[in-house]
């Protein structure tokens, strides 16, 4: 596999809304056995003070990993449903950058989640500029 770099093509809004949806541009596909590094950039932004925040996860939907290494902490991907960072946000524009490496333990897609991380109405948006790379 060459490195295969995707990006966030628009912006996308959430408010009042903690559950975790996979982002419709920020997925990659994976082979078995096969080991991935990768690098993502999330830019988000509140709408106003007081907003909800931002949390993200990887989610292997059914294609399954061993273990990302990113940030400064070890998560297991095999819990990746209860796995998640948050993130402080601004009403200016937030970059959080993120690397890692995994072996795949099954086929499939790899997707970025995210969701506020507190049920707020105000407008958390995942902007469009926000970017992933990965490699064998």
């Given amino acids: 596999m060459a490195a295969n ?5 628009a912006d996308q809004s959430k408010n009042s809304d903690t559950t975790f949806a996979d982002d419709p541009d920020l997925l990659q596909s994976v082979v078995s056995g096969h ?3 990768f690098q993502m950039c999330i830019r988000a932004i509140m709408a106003s003070a007081g907003g909800g925040n931002l949390k993200v996860r990887l989610n292997a939907n059914g294609s399954g ?3 990302v290494w990113g940030g400064a902490a070890t998560t297991s991907i095999a819990s990746a449903v209860t796995n998640s960072f948050p993130m402080t946000l601004t009403t200016t524009i937030t970059v959080y950058y993120f690397f890692g490496t995994f072996v795949a ?3 499939g897609n790899v997707n970025l989640q995210w969701a506020q991380n507190t049920n707020v109405a105000i407008n958390t948006t995942l902007q469009a500029g926000s970017w992933w790379l990965m490699y064998e």
């Fill in 5 to 9: 770099l995707v990006f966030k093509t």
């Fill in 65 to 67: 990993f061993g273990s």
């Fill in 35 to 37: 080991a991935y590094g």
């Fill in 105 to 107: 333990t099954g086929t």
